[in-house]
């Protein structure tokens, strides 16, 4: 059923929500007949970036054969915010709309959707200038929460190119000058505060526009049913005034001026900041919210209505920040603020030095993976030691590996931003029985020679007096007890197999450090260690949110049971959940410029970049012997020409993150 409608296309309604379980929107634009449509689309498609409680999501968008892009978003059975102004207007029954305390929480989710834009999102966006605020342009939903739409015009604030028109929802004084364009949706969020204090349209002359009164004639114009705190109007009339002759705003200008009055008049009076009444998250609209997000710190004091959000949107908070409606910038327990160590020792058997290699280097793509992200943990702050590949007659210049490590839990002990720390460690190891160290434990780092004691490694970690947490895995021969002393911090360890065990190493690598990146892996590739594993069917029809150290030491103990030694664990204190449940399994979409149909690659093939770009040319059938794949990310700009090129397996992982298109062309090879 068709709802409305624009420049370029039509809005459709549609019931059927057994696709996304509620009513959704479809946006039909024909980009086709008018260049400037395929920009208004390029534009919108931004939309699928961002992800707030003020802006309405994109669900999918799609680009069809006859030319239409289609753009999916939650139907809101509201409208827009200009037509239930004008329909409060008209009646006089004490509609929502018409409640003061409605106009206020809409006005402030409106400034807070700016400033969520107009912020930048460090190696994802630029701030993004929306120039097209207007009331048409906010939508409400069955409660009378407020969501900004219609990114047709937007473009990011570094954008160089010119849109097909610099037109914005109002009509600025001195929109000519470029400094005044950053200020363009400041200048028209003033206008809609006008519109929520008189009831009157943008354009209606009562007898001058609103934008040309001063603060006396909107005095005279107040629709006094719903105004009837006069502390109230009169300070939103000042913001409106404000914004109106102030021509050159920053972000902080703007939130110290505007939302932090706004946001005072909602906490003094106690008005709700969202009104919600299923248990839905407030960012997506469609996922149930999570019993128990980890989103839990940073609550300012004054916090009276914490946000309430989805798994999907807390993992997916490295892209968009989720802020609580205190004002305070919310993160994941899981992964921010971590750190990690990772040791690889060697081997005088090449094949077994060189699985405990790849075994690490696999752990570390697996704690800073973001596509899925499973930990998250920063890649500045993962420190990887593994066996060098060097000629044996350079090697006795090499840095030893003990000193590396030392250098390594030396910048964790320093780092005021890490407070979880994870150390595995991947090695040979003797009971003290072996040799000359006869009391101590040892840990073989080196082939042969290098021997580390046990009291030297628990001398390092009593260095890390800012860890507050610290998860030690040792994959080892005769793994001991580590003491790490602290009653105010926590501390878990778990061992490939008891203190007086032999861990199994084959040539292919470690069984432990296998079912562990298994584990932690969860269903995102969908592969079980063998055909039909019960152990892997179990684990993954378990519905969690979360992989704590119990369910992960069940999983790898289950799979060790007749094959090796079990596991041990040692818990100083009760512990937390350690990564994200991965359930969901993850396809990486990528586009063919010359109008090929889309093809999907499980998660499991994307090993390197070079496999990726052999998968994708027998994927779209085209020569692998004389033909070669450029793989580009489509950013949704205008001022370049090409698209950035993703050149390694982690810039393709990234654009598809930040939920850039991927698209691929091809060539021939140049003759050599």
Not at 11 to 34: L, M
Not at 77 to 94: M, T, V, Y
Not at 311 to 334: D, F, H, M, R, W
Not at 336 to 348: F, N, T, V, Y
Request: aromatic share 8%; proline share 3%; hydrophobic share 35%.
């Amino acid at each position: 059923m068709a709802i409305g409608g624009g420049a370029f296309g039509q809005v459709y309604r549609s019931n059927d929500s057994e696709v996304f379980g509620i009513p959704v929107a479809v946006k039909k634009i024909q980009t086709t007949v008018y260049e400037q449509a395929e920009k208004h689309a390029r534009m919108e498609m931004m939309a699928i970036r961002l992800l707030n409680p003020f802006i309405l999501p994109l669900i999918a968008f799609a680009k069809k054969s006859n030319g239409e892009t289609w753009f999916i978003t939650p139907y809101f059975e509201n409208g827009d915010l200009k037509k239930a102004i004008k329909d409060g207007k008209a009646s006089e029954d004490k509609m929502k709309i018409n409640l003061q305390s409605t106009r206020v929480r809409i006005a402030l989710h409106i400034a807070l959707a700016i400033k969520y834009i107009h912020t930048e999102v460090p190696n994802v966006r630029g701030a993004i200038l929306h120039k097209d605020i207007a009331s048409s342009n906010v939508v409400l939903d069955k409660n009378l929460n407020a969501r900004l739409i219609d990114f047709g015009l937007a473009r990011e604030k570094n954008d160089t190119s010119k849109t097909y028109s610099e037109k914005a929802g109002y009509t600025h004084p001195q929109k000519g000058n470029d400094a005044i364009k950053e200020s363009l949706d400041y200048y028209n969020f003033g206008i809609i505060i006008r519109e929520l204090l008189t009831s009157l349209g943008p354009a209606e002359k009562n007898p001058v526009q609103l934008e040309n009164m001063d603060v006396n004639q909107i005095r005279d114009n107040l629709d006094r049913k719903v105004w009837v705190d006069e502390e109230i109007r009169e300070t939103l009339n000042e913001l409106s005034q404000m914004c109106l002759e102030k021509f050159t705003w920053t972000i902080e200008d703007f939130e110290t001026n505007i939302i932090e009055k706004l946001q005072d008049i909602v906490w003094k009076k106690g008005i709700p900041m969202y009104e919600c009444q299923e248990e839905k998250c407030h960012h997506c609209i469609i996922n149930p919210i999570s019993k128990n997000s980890s989103l839990t710190d940073n609550h300012y004091a004054n916090c009276n209505q914490k946000i309430q959000v989805c798994i999907a949107c807390e993992k997916n908070s490295i892209l968009n920040p989720v802020t609580c409606y205190c004002g305070a910038t919310l993160k994941s327990v899981i992964g921010s603020k971590w750190g990690a160590l990772l040791i690889a020792g060697d081997d005088e058997n090449p094949d077994k030095a060189a699985a405990m290699k790849r075994e690490i280097l696999e752990l570390e793509r697996v704690v800073t993976s973001k596509a899925p992200r499973i930990i998250g943990i920063s890649k500045c702050n993962v420190r990887t030691v593994v066996p060098v590949d060097t000629k044996a007659d350079t090697r006795k210049e090499e840095t030893p590996t003990w000193t590396k490590i030392q250098e390594h839990i030396a910048y964790f002990a320093k780092n005021d931003d890490i407070d979880t720390l994870l150390i595995y460690i991947s090695c040979h190891g003797d009971d003290g029985g072996l040799n000359e160290y006869s009391e101590t434990n040892m840990f073989q780092l080196g082939k042969s020679s290098e021997l580390i004691s046990l009291n030297a490694f628990e001398e390092q970690l009593q260095t890390l007096n800012k860890i507050d947490k610290l998860i030690l895995f040792l994959d080892r021969c005769f793994p001991p007890m580590v003491e790490f002393e602290d009653k105010q911090r926590k501390f878990v360890q778990m061992n490939a197999c008891s203190e007086d065990k032999k861990a199994i190493l084959k040539d292919e690598g470690s069984l432990f450090t296998t079912y562990v990146i298994q584990g932690l892996k969860a269903r995102s590739e969908k592969r079980e260690c063998s055909e039909n594993c019960q152990h892997c069917l179990s684990y993954w029809d378990k519905r969690t949110e979360y992989i704590s150290i119990d369910s992960l030491f069940d999983y790898v103990n289950k799979h060790l049971k007749h094959k090796a030694p079990p596991p041990n664990r040692h818990l100083k204190s009760t512990w937390d959940d350690i990564a994200f449940f991965t359930e969901d399994v993850v396809h990486i979409e990528f586009s063919s410029k010359d109008g090929k149909t889309p093809i999907r690659l499980p998660l499991e093939y994307l090993k390197n970049i070079n496999e990726v770009k052999l998968m994708l040319l027998k994927a779209f059938k085209v020569d692998t012997e004389t033909h070669e794949v450029k793989i580009e990310k489509d950013i949704f700009r205008n001022d370049q020409e090409a698209d950035d090129e993703c050149k390694t397996l982690e810039q393709v992982m990234e654009a598809w993150v930040n939920r850039f298109p991927l698209l691929v062309s091809f060539s021939k090879k140049k003759e050599t």
